[in-house]
């Protein structure tokens, strides 16, 4: 199942994934041992995983937009907009995994946060 989720989404997934799994990993690292230091390279980490979700949901509704109508067959079809909406369901499937790894993320910074907030000595 989440083979066909990412094979749906297309090769944009696998650096959505990449770039979210980083994220996520760099926030746990601080979630663990926080650092105020490290918040920026989550930050800036995460402003990755954002372009890539972005890239990835752009080029999924540019594959719609080309493939269906070089298709006579679908271009055709009394059904095309069924084509076209599942189309757009795929193309959406980088955006559901992006925004899931960032909003985990950005969870477990919280944890770190609050962590950190508990360590430094009241001013």
Same mark, same amino acid.
């Given at each position: +199942? +989440? ?42 980490? #995460?402003?990755? #995983? ?34 076209? +909406? ?18 985990? #993320?950005?969870?477990? +910074? ?14």
């Amino acid at each position: +199942m +989440m083979l066909d989720f990412m094979r749906s989404g297309g090769v944009g997934m696998w650096f959505v994934l990449l770039f979210g799994g980083i994220s996520l990993g760099a926030a746990l690292r601080f979630a663990l041992s926080p650092d105020p230091r490290r918040v920026d390279a989550v930050r800036d980490l #995460t402003r990755a #995983t954002l372009f890539s979700v972005a890239a990835a949901v752009v080029s999924g509704f540019a594959a719609v937009g080309s493939k269906v109508p070089a298709r006579p067959e679908w271009a055709n079809s009394p059904k095309i907009h069924l084509i076209v +909406m599942e189309g757009i369901s795929e193309s959406l499937a980088g955006g559901i995994l992006g925004f899931a790894l960032l909003s985990l #993320t950005w969870m477990v +910074m919280a944890v770190g946060h609050r962590r950190l907030a508990r360590e430094l000595p009241a001013a």
